[in-house]
């Protein structure tokens, strides 16, 4: 009679969790580590959590692309175009973003030690609350101007810059 019982309540919770959309509509995060993706056009696409570990993503188009949370690690941006994205936690660490255009990207909170900023564009991008190490923020100080267009905040503001 109990393993009846433990059967049904078994059985109702399978039917509840494929009957609930929430649940159904619940994917993996995208993983694009590894992968060679220079020049690819993820602009405007909703990549959150999506992981880029050690991907060439050169010449690649992220502009306006939701990368909250993404991962991309040990990757190569060099020239990548991330105008306008939300890297909001984002981990950054490591990427070698050589020649990137950066305009009113939103960093916040992310997570960018090691990353390589030579020859960046950096105008309106929102660097609050980021992890940087003091070398970076001396580096992107000297070429900090404009106000993000989405959160309202100075470039050299959100660098702490003096």
Do not use: Y
């Not at 220079?38 to 959150?48: A, I, K, P, V, Y």
């Not at 060099?78 to 990207?105: E, F, I, P, R």
């Not at 003091?134 to 989405?150: D, F, P």
Request: charged letters at 20%; aromatic letters at 8%.
């Amino acid at each position: 009679m109990f393993w009846r019982q433990g059967l049904g309540l078994f059985l109702a919770i399978i039917v509840w969790c494929m009957a609930n959309p929430a649940l159904a509509d619940w994917t993996h995060p995208l993983s694009f580590s590894n992968a060679e993706l220079g020049r690819h056009d993820f602009s405007g696409q909703s990549l959150q959590a999506a992981e880029f570990s050690n991907a060439n993503l050169e010449l690649a188009n992220f502009t306006g692309a939701d990368l909250r949370g993404a991962v991309l690690s040990a990757s190569v941006m060099t020239k990548a175009n991330l105008h306008g994205a939300d890297l909001t936690n984002a981990m950054v660490d490591q990427v070698k973003l050589d020649g990137a255009d950066l305009t009113d990207a939103v960093f916040l909170e992310a997570l960018l030690l090691r990353s390589i900023f030579k020859d960046v564009n950096i105008e309106g991008a929102d660097f609050t609350d980021a992890i940087l190490d003091r070398a970076q923020v001396k580096e992107l100080c000297e070429k900090a101007k404009g106000v993000n267009s989405q959160t309202g905040v100075q470039t050299r503001d959100s660098l702490g810059c003096r």
